[in-house]
């Protein structure tokens, strides 16, 4: 399995503004996830990121509104732009270690846009 | 196109009573197959999965899935359920071995615990 961190675990923005959470793996991992979990629903896939290439976005995101950096293979992060109230949501960092495998997620990021 | 159906949203368990978590699925190929639980203000935390073979697989937490290729349905059980199971809980198919192919997610199903 892989730990994984995430900072910061809750934020309140103000509209408009920008946040940059951040995704910490002990371990190198090719693949990173990020998840978009709103007020009592399921997870939502926002985008898939391999280190040293775009990353690849759902369909109803894009790299405008939620930029995503993959550095190295144990470090990502996911922006989230010009923020509005129906931004507030978890957001889940996961990672699959190799082809297939399981997916471990991190602890997630509360957002509240005001 | 795969897809997860979790057909209760919410479920009332007495503490010491057993649960059942239904999922459905569907999938092209052999499916794998996870559940996950989120307890209240947490990520997500792996229960068990499938992969292949035994049918009956044994997670963590005394909870367990059985697999019925037939029915479709990878059904979460555990025998008699702690006040610290309240949580929810999350079925999910991901991709074959030989894809990076994304998981899908079920809607998720609320336990609750009553004393």
């Known amino acids: 399995s892989a730990v994984i961190s995430q900072k910061p675990s809750r934020d309140i923005c103000q509209r408009g503004t920008s946040l940059t959470i951040q995704c910490q793996v002990d371990s190198q991992v090719t693949m990173m996830f990020w998840y978009r979990q709103q007020p009592g629903q399921s997870l939502t896939l926002i985008a898939t990121?391999?280190?040293?290439?775009?990353?690849?976005?759902e369909s109803g995101f894009v790299i405008d509104k939620f930029p995503i950096s993959r550095p190295n293979l144990t470090f990502s992060t996911l922006t989230v732009s010009n923020m509005s109230p129906e931004d507030s949501s978890i957001y889940l960092c996961s990672v699959a270690p190799s082809m297939g495998d399981t997916q471990y997620f991190g602890p997630g990021t509360r957002l509240t846009v005001l | 196109a795969q897809s997860v159906t979790q057909p209760d949203i919410h479920i009332t368990v007495s503490e010491g009573a057993s649960l059942e978590l239904r999922c459905n699925y569907s999938y092209g190929a052999t499916p794998y197959l996870f559940w996950y639980v989120q307890s209240p203000g947490q990520g997500l935390q792996l229960l068990l999965k499938?992969?292949?073979?035994?049918?009956l697989v044994q997670g963590i937490k005394g909870f367990e899935a059985e697999f019925k290729r037939s029915q479709s349905s990878f059904n979460l059980r555990k025998p008699s359920v702690h006040w610290s199971d309240a949580a929810e809980y999350f079925c999910a198919v991901g991709p074959a071995t030989d894809s990076w192919g994304k998981f899908q997610f079920g809607a998720g199903t609320q336990v609750v615990v009553t004393p």
């Open positions: 990121a391999n280190q040293g290439s775009e990353a690849t976005y």
């Open positions: 499938y992969f292949s073979g035994d049918t």
